[in-house]
T-cell receptor, first 109, second 113 residues
């Protein structure tokens, strides 16, 4: 569900490595899931989405995995680049759209 | 096709004044979501609207806060009698229908002094 009042967990990776960002969602009835990237001072930017009838979806350098059994989403970023440094949020949608706790990704050169 | 437009980008209000935040959705989008964000925190859902209807306002405080999305014009988030605790970034997002990709605006940063 929503995470309010919690400071962001962080993930630090080396440039060129793969990154895995995890997210737990709360509503087993949620039908649609989205990953967003937010850079400092900007609005969230869509990365990739997945519907509940799928367990994996691939985009350019990104893959989203959905495990409905344990209500878990993950975002995998291949060959992480400095430009990937940002805060990443997952969102679940049934009737509205609710965000999980974000993760700050820092890419070390 | 212009993206989601929010204005103003920055808004300063004295305690007790009213704040009006505007969100113009992308063309053809009839669904609007409003969120509040404090520094280093997540996006807290406030309200979900479709044209002329409030679908879910469960995240919005019952007092002082209201939202609308009229048939014509932008969606408005109104905060009456602002207090210092209302200082935050407020983001809106729009989508053409439910359960599809939502696009965000750049936010309005409200500072109450």
């Amino acid at each position: 569900g929503e995470s309010v009042g919690l400071h962001l967990p962080t993930l630090s990776v080396q440039e060129g490595d793969n990154s895995i960002i995890n997210c737990a969602y709360s509503n087993s009835a949620s039908d649609y899931f989205i990953w967003y990237k937010q850079e400092s001072g900007k609005g969230p930017q869509f990365i990739i989405d997945i519907r509940s009838n799928m367990d994996k979806r691939q985009g350019q350098r990104v893959t989203v995995l959905l495990n409905k059994t344990v209500k878990h989403l993950s975002l995998q970023i291949a060959a992480t680049q400095p430009g990937d440094s940002a805060v990443y949020f997952c969102a679940e949608s049934l009737n509205d759209m609710r965000f999980g706790a974000g993760t700050r990704l820092t890419v070390k050169p | 096709n212009a993206g989601v437009m929010q204005n103003p980008r920055h808004l300063v209000r004295r305690r007790g004044q009213e704040a009006r935040l505007r969100c113009s959705p992308m063309k053809g989008h009839s669904h609007v979501y409003w969120y509040r964000q404090l520094p280093e925190e997540g996006l807290k859902f406030m309200v979900y609207l479709q044209k002329e209807n409030i679908i879910d306002e469960s995240g919005m405080p019952k007092e002082r806060f209201s939202a609308e999305f009229p048939k014509e014009g932008p969606s408005i988030l109104r905060i009456q009698q602002v207090v210092r605790g209302d200082s935050a970034a407020y983001f809106c997002a729009s989508s053409p229908q439910a359960l599809t990709e939502a696009f965000f605006g750049q936010g309005t940063r409200l500072t109450v002094v």
